[in-house]
């Protein structure tokens, strides 16, 4: 059964500096986002992404945050100056089409010291 | 703006009982109602999802139950077992949107 994939599944680093977080949708999917999930919260949306451009983002999504797809298979994220408050676990998601089934990938857990 | 709001936050319920888990959404934009299962350490995995023109669906054991008036949906988990231990969170969408919209989760716990 196809399946979302992310890397890393654990990624630590230091207040201020870049990460990329990286995933793979499922391969017929057009749509694809990322949500995150501070620990013991809900998830909340941060931006999706429809053919090569964002089509909605969040509140959250400032300047610190891109996407891109980089070819044509790979989703990734980036913050570009991390901050404490960034630690969460990230998942991206994929869908075949707007407003229908996402499914989510295992997630990665960052945590900025 | 709490768009979805879930209750209760936590359940225990004996093998073989049935947990209920209730939904109330604000935005009557919203078109399309999926219920999502999370275990520790994992992503949330899609369960079932409804779309507001019927009032029940059933896949196994999960039951959706859609009350487009009141603006409610539940999930039924009948003949609850220890493996259905998890989070599960409600979400919604609407046709205009691209993301969805989470509950807070409720935490089920099944005793054996």
Redesign the interface.
């Known amino acids: 059964e196809p399946e979302v994939t992310q890397t890393p599944s654990h990624q630590v680093t230091q207040m201020g500096q870049e990460v990329i977080l990286r995933c793979v949708p499922i391969s017929n999917h057009l749509y694809f986002y990322w949500y995150r999930q501070i620990l013991g919260q809900k998830v909340e949306f941060l931006v999706s992404f429809y053919n090569n451009e964002i089509s909605e983002k969040s509140e959250i999504f400032d300047d610190q945050f891109s996407v891109e797809r980089p070819d044509g298979s790979n989703f990734t994220l980036k913050i570009r100056s991390t901050k404490l408050e960034d630690s969460a676990m990230y998942f991206c998601a994929s869908s075949e089409q707007r407003n229908y089934e996402q499914y989510f990938g295992p997630g990665t857990r960052l945590t900025v010291t | 703006q709490q768009q979805v709001k879930q209750s209760p936050q936590s359940l225990i319920v004996q093998k073989g009982g049935i947990s209920i888990i209730n939904c109330a959404y604000e935005n009557t934009a919203f078109?399309?109602f999926?219920w999502?299962q999370q275990f520790p350490?994992?992503?949330?995995?899609?369960l079932i999802?409804i779309r507001p023109d019927v009032s029940e669906k059933k896949e196994g054991r999960f039951t959706i139950s859609f009350n487009k008036s009141a603006k409610q949906f539940s999930l039924h988990i009948m003949d609850s077992q220890p493996g259905d231990s998890a989070t599960y969170?409600c979400?919604a969408?609407?046709?205009s949107?691209?993301?969805?919209?989470?509950?807070?989760?409720t935490t089920v716990t099944v005793r054996a």
Not at chain 2, 41 to 46: I, R, S
Not at chain 2, 97 to 105: E, M, P, R, W
Request: hydrophobic share 35%; aromatic share 20%.
């Open positions: 078109d399309y999926p999502y350490g994992k992503g949330p995995a899609l999802a969170f979400a969408s609407m046709r949107d691209y993301k969805l919209s989470f509950g807070a989760g």
